[in-house]
């Protein structure tokens, strides 16, 4: 079946703007987890969702970064005010409870101009 | 979650057994070990896990010491697709743990012809 999706694959914005990045996960899962990875290092929590509600936002590193998935499937990543140091693989991730194997999707690409 | 600890790279011959080694001796009774790979431009992929037993299916065998201190995960006949950072991660499952993977820095693991 379809693995978890994610998009765009790449994303080039400049310093200050407002992005969004998009995860579709496997159909069914109730967890959903987004990752950041900068180059060289494993990828670092940021926020976990169970269904509709983020059960565990301890990761976001400032309130520019906010997640949501209103209806309990697609996830969407919002970053305001974009600063340089934001450039990095934004993985996404689902699994079919909070207890099972994470299944990543490819990530987005963001860079920061 | 233990940390964990992994030499940051291994060479291994191709159709030969790659034995990458993992240390968690901070390992607690109800936590998990987790092996995930990342082949290059990919996201993480899920391997095995296991709790006290040694545990093998189609991709990977993993082997835990008795005393649950430290880890082995094998893969029986590399080939150059297996190239990827190799992850070891101490998880738990209870209903106070964490949900997310605390990723370390890996191993590299290089298959060579």
């Given at each position: 079946g379809a693995g978890v999706s994610q998009t765009p694959s790449n994303k080039v914005t400049e310093k200050g703007k407002y992005v969004e990045l998009r995860c579709d996960p496997i159909s069914g899962h109730t967890a959903l987890y987004w990752y950041r990875q900068s180059l060289g290092q494993g990828p670092e929590f940021l926020i976990y969702f169970q269904g509709t509600g983020?059960?565990?936002?301890?990761?976001?590193?400032?309130?520019r970064f906010f997640a949501v998935r209103p209806e309990g499937s697609v996830s969407t990543l919002k970053i305001q005010r974009?600063?340089?140091?934001?450039?990095a693989v934004y993985l996404c991730a689902s699994s079919l409870s909070g207890r099972n194997e994470q299944f990543f999707g490819p990530g987005t690409r963001l860079t920061v101009l | 979650d233990a940390k964990t600890t992994q030499p940051p790279s291994m060479d291994c011959a191709e159709g030969r057994a790659a034995n990458l080694p993992c240390n968690h001796?901070?390992?607690?009774?109800n936590e998990y070990v987790y092996w995930y790979r990342q082949i290059h431009s990919q996201g993480p992929q899920y391997i095995i896990h296991g709790l006290k037993n040694n545990e093998t299916n189609e991709m990977a065998s993993l082997i835990i010491t008795e005393d649950r201190k430290s880890s082995t995960l094998i893969l029986p006949h590399a080939t150059l697709r297996d190239t990827a950072v190799y992850y070891c991660i101490v998880r738990g499952i209870s209903?106070?743990?964490?949900r997310q993977l605390t990723f370390g820095s890996g191993t590299q693991l290089t298959v060579l012809p």
């Open positions: 983020a059960a565990d936002d301890s990761g976001l590193p400032n309130d974009t600063e340089r140091g934001d450039s | 001796s901070t390992i607690s009774g209903s106070g743990s964490a």
